[in-house]
């Protein structure tokens, strides 16, 4: 396994497994929206390092080991990088713009930085498939829709501790870095381009008609 993937895996791990056992370190580097606005822009990062529950850090883990492979192998190792916190910070950036009255807004997830490494892998090898509970065939981008569709729901019931809008903000970020550094790919798999756009689409439509 490629070492800056092991080495942000483990961080995961460590930082959020601080977070688990010290409710204090947790509320200091968690998103929330009245201290980010108040100056601690630290927490844009800070929070995608920190998870709500085990399940919640070995879903993202899982699915970041899974994709990755795919970006460094087409892309290298610093190109992910970029790719990872570029969408680590698209997913901060439009949690603010949805939630930026809501003061007591709260969340936490390596989410937008994992979906966008999805979104950039798919876009690259967009015939991937996945065995889900390692059983059932599921074309990746099938995957990587209904993920964000989820995401569309959880924004809604608003019933949990994860960052389901930084799902979409990563997505767009990982979905933009990738096109523009590789323009090809509108021409190589523009089906794909557009597949991966209808859930970022239907959730701004969404927002526009005050559902979300």
């Known amino acids: 396994m490629?070492?800056?993937?092991?080495?942000?895996?483990?961080a995961n791990i460590l930082f959020s497994y601080k977070g688990f056992n010290d409710f204090t370190f947790f509320r200091k580097y968690e998103f929330h929206m009245g201290s980010i606005r108040s100056g601690e822009q630290v927490r844009l990062l800070s929070s995608g390092f920190l998870h709500a529950d085990m399940g919640h850090l070995i879903f993202?883990?899982?699915?970041?080991?899974?994709f990755a492979p795919v970006v460094i192998g087409f892309l290298g190792s610093l190109s992910f990088l970029i790719i990872y916190f570029g969408s680590l910070v698209f997913g901060s950036l439009l949690t603010i713009v949805f939630h930026k009255n809501d003061y007591?807004?709260?969340?936490?997830?390596?989410?937008?930085?994992?979906?966008?490494?999805?979104?950039?892998?798919?876009?690259?090898?967009?015939?991937?498939?996945?065995?889900?509970?390692?059983?059932?065939?599921?074309?990746?981008?099938?995957?990587?829709?209904?993920?964000?569709l989820y995401s569309i729901y959880g924004m809604r019931a608003k019933n949990d501790n994860i960052g389901h809008t930084a799902h979409f903000g990563g997505a767009i970020g990982g979905y933009l870095i990738t096109l523009v550094s590789?323009?090809?790919?509108?021409?190589?798999?523009?089906?794909?381009?557009?597949?991966?756009?209808?859930?970022?689409?239907?959730?701004?439509v969404m927002e526009k008609l005050g559902k979300i």
């Open 182 to 204: 590789n323009p090809h790919l509108l021409i190589d798999h523009t089906l794909m381009v557009v597949l991966l756009a209808i859930p970022i689409v239907i959730l701004f």
């Open 60 to 66: 993202n883990m899982i699915t970041l080991y899974f």
């Open 104 to 148: 007591n807004y709260r969340a936490v997830g390596a989410s937008g930085a994992v979906t966008g490494v999805l979104y950039s892998a798919i876009l690259l090898q967009p015939d991937m498939m996945l065995g889900i509970f390692f059983i059932i065939p599921m074309p990746a981008y099938l995957f990587g829709i209904l993920y964000l």
């Open 2 to 10: 490629n070492t800056i993937l092991i080495a942000i895996i483990v």
